[in-house]
């Protein structure tokens, strides 16, 4: 009985837990690109502009 219900379980919970890891882990890739995407764009406007010299 306790195995029955333990696999039934199991295979309920596992696929929401694969996917729940695979939008965790697509999120931080997205927020990463985003990161350095703006670091880039940051970088590119100070070398246009030149940078501020007080």
């Known amino acids: 009985?306790?195995?029955?219900?333990?696999?039934?379980?199991?295979?309920?919970?596992?696929?929401y837990l694969r996917i729940g890891i695979v939008v965790i882990v697509y999120m931080l890739l997205i927020l990463v690109g985003f990161r350095n995407t703006k670091r880039k764009m940051k970088d590119e406007i100070e070398i246009k502009f030149g940078k501020n010299d007080t």
């Open 1 to 15: 009985m306790f195995i029955f219900i333990y696999t039934t379980l199991f295979e309920f919970i596992h696929p």
